[in-house]
């Protein structure tokens, strides 16, 4: 029989409600980035929404791998037991690796993009900020809902 009270069907709840959170961010920034980017287009030009667009696409392609490794990486700390010490060092280390690459490499994109390619720098940005907002209006929208719903199955 499950218990509520059970320390491993908490972490699974936790957990669960964490991936519905990450999977509503991914899909509310996807129509935010098309209602950021038309709406660029339709009151400013096509290269400011072109710009956008690069900068959503960016910053959702990194937000969905660092999604990913996050959930391999919470896989083994799961299968430790939910022991942070039992995870293996090695699996630590390839985390923060891929973590910091990733950053060098979306570094390095940007540069070149600016360097070489007619980009307008604000529109980057803006679309770099796509996944921030949604991530601020999903949490508070239903994070506060899924936890304090959780919070009062626990009590």
């Given at each position: 029989m499950n218990n509520p009270q059970d320390p491993h069907n908490i972490a699974e709840?936790?957990?669960?409600?964490?991936?519905?959170?990450l999977r509503s961010v991914q899909r509310?920034?996807?129509?935010l980035l098309i209602l950021i980017a038309g709406g660029s287009w339709y009151s400013f030009d096509?290269?400011?929404a072109q710009s956008v667009l690069i900068g959503g696409l960016l910053a959702s392609i990194s937000f969905y791998m660092l999604r990913?490794?996050?959930?391999?990486?919470?896989?083994?700390?799961?299968d430790a037991g939910m022991n942070w010490q039992a995870v293996k060092k090695f699996e630590?280390?390839?985390?923060f690796l891929k973590f910091y690459g990733r950053l060098a490499m979306l570094a390095v994109i940007m540069y070149l993009l600016i360097s070489y390619i007619s980009i307008d720098v604000i529109g980057l940005?803006?679309?770099?900020?796509t996944i921030m907002i949604s991530v601020i209006i999903v949490v508070l929208s239903k994070g506060s809902m899924l936890y304090s719903a959780q919070r009062y199955k626990g009590a």
């Amino acid at each position: 029989m499950n218990n509520p009270q059970d320390p491993h069907n908490i972490a699974e709840q936790m957990a669960d409600a964490g991936v519905f959170l990450l999977r509503s961010v991914q899909r509310f920034n996807w129509l935010l980035l098309i209602l950021i980017a038309g709406g660029s287009w339709y009151s400013f030009d096509w290269p400011f929404a072109q710009s956008v667009l690069i900068g959503g696409l960016l910053a959702s392609i990194s937000f969905y791998m660092l999604r990913r490794d996050i959930g391999h990486f919470m896989s083994n700390f799961s299968d430790a037991g939910m022991n942070w010490q039992a995870v293996k060092k090695f699996e630590k280390v390839k985390f923060f690796l891929k973590f910091y690459g990733r950053l060098a490499m979306l570094a390095v994109i940007m540069y070149l993009l600016i360097s070489y390619i007619s980009i307008d720098v604000i529109g980057l940005v803006v679309g770099l900020s796509t996944i921030m907002i949604s991530v601020i209006i999903v949490v508070l929208s239903k994070g506060s809902m899924l936890y304090s719903a959780q919070r009062y199955k626990g009590a």
